[in-house]
């Protein structure tokens, strides 16, 4: 079992940037893709960005050349760089992993964005 710890949350003005660490327990090597899922309050969870185990990425088109998603397989972690933050981003950040028929979620770090 996997654990995934989420860190780097936080406030910040809009236009402003963030980096969040999600930092996992054991080798990610193997996780077929890595996300970053968020939660505004009253809204359904949605797909910020995710890495594939090759590298790839893709994107949500409202962090679309805002957002940038990474990951350190060495040192189990994976990344993702928000800049140019807006009020709408704030949310519940979750990493989530996925590993074969096994998926794998954190326990979420608080982003807010103030105007």
């Known amino acids: 079992q996997v654990q995934l710890v989420e860190s780097g949350g936080g406030l910040v003005q809009a236009g402003g940037s963030l980096r969040l660490s999600c930092a996992a327990s054991?080798?990610?090597?193997?996780?077929?893709?890595m996300d970053w899922y968020r939660q505004a309050p009253g809204k359904q969870r949605e797909l910020v960005a995710r890495?594939?185990?090759?590298?790839?990425?893709n994107y949500g088109d409202s962090v679309k050349g805002r957002f940038t998603i990474s990951r350190d397989n060495a040192k189990r972690t994976v990344y993702l760089q928000m800049n140019s933050l807006k009020p709408e981003d704030t949310a519940v950040y979750y990493c989530h992993g996925l590993r074969g028929w096994d998926a794998y979620w954190g326990q979420g770090t608080q982003v807010t964005v103030s105007s």
């Open positions: 054991g080798s990610i090597s193997s996780f077929n893709t």
């Open positions: 890495i594939s185990s090759g590298g790839s990425t």
